[in-house]
T-cell receptor, first 115, second 115 residues
Framework: AQKVTQAQTEISVVEKEDVTLDCVYETRDTTYYLFWYKQPPSGELVFLIRRNSFDEQNEISGRYSWNFQKSTSSFNFTITASQVVDSAVYFCALSEAWNTDKLIFGTGTRLQVFP | DTGVSQDPRHKITKRGQNVTFRCDPISEHNRLYWYRQTLGQGPEFLTYFQNEAQLEKSRLLSDRFSAERPKGSFSTLEIQRTEQGDSAMYLC?????????????FGSGTQLSVL
């Protein structure tokens, strides 16, 4: 069965701190896709990244970086030098190749960045 | 590109009433998705359309729920005989492309409260 676990319900940091959001997934499929979405207070989810199961290269985009490790079924997200505008709920999601038309979301991690 | 728009933003109704939500996807996006999100949870897939064809429905979608996308543009989600358990945020998303696993563009959602 497919499942995404985000064990951290809420994280609070002070501006400029680095923070890592954890994501652990379960799937029987060998081909799958992993995503991160951000949900600010306005409510609309905003796409951050998509990674397929064959690409384990870590990725960096500005202050954001992602660490994909198939050996531990994890796809963690790090924000470097956090800012108040990073405050939001972050969701990790999984899509399997055999069932590619829906995303399985984790329960999300609420990040609060204080000035 | 005006983004995905949903109407209304908020809906309060009494148990047993019917409600209808509308979603206008980004122009030219051929795929349209409905998700439901309850407090403290990640979005859960309900159904999706490719153009006007409804290709998948979740088991979450009881007989009281019906979705349409008559001309392959906007979509409506109707809930008949609402129950308190239907209270949730209903999110619409769209994507472009023949393949799945493309990034989704979400609307801000319709918050339904059933009294």
């Amino acid at each position: 069965a497919q499942k995404v676990t985000q064990a951290q319900t809420e994280i609070s940091v002070v501006e400029k701190e680095d923070v890592t959001l954890d994501c652990v997934y379960e799937t029987r499929d060998t081909t799958y896709y992993l995503f991160w979405y951000k949900q600010p207070p306005s409510g609309e989810l905003v796409f951050l990244i998509r990674r397929n199961s064959f690409d384990e290269q870590n990725e960096i985009s500005g202050r954001y970086s992602w660490n994909f490790q198939k050996s531990t079924s994890s796809f963690n997200f790090t924000i470097t030098a956090s800012q108040v505008v990073d405050s939001a709920v972050y969701f990790c999601a999984l899509s399997e190749a055999w069932n590619t038309d829906k995303l399985i979301f984790g329960t999300g991690t609420r990040l609060q960045v204080f000035p | 590109d005006t983004g995905v728009s949903q109407d209304p933003r908020h809906k309060i109704t009494k148990r047993g009433q019917n409600v209808t939500f509308r979603c206008d996807p980004i122009s030219e996006h051929n795929r349209l998705y409905w998700y439901r999100q309850t407090l403290g949870q990640g979005p859960e897939f309900l159904t999706y359309f490719q153009n006007e064809a409804q290709l998948e429905k979740s088991r979450l979608l009881s007989d009281r729920f019906s979705a349409e996308r008559p001309k392959g543009s906007f979509s409506t989600l109707e809930i008949q005989r609402t129950e308190q358990g239907d209270s949730a945020m209903y999110l619409c998303a769209s994507s472009l492309g023949a393949a799945a696993n493309e990034k989704l563009f979400f609307g801000s959602g319709t918050q339904l409260s059933v009294l």
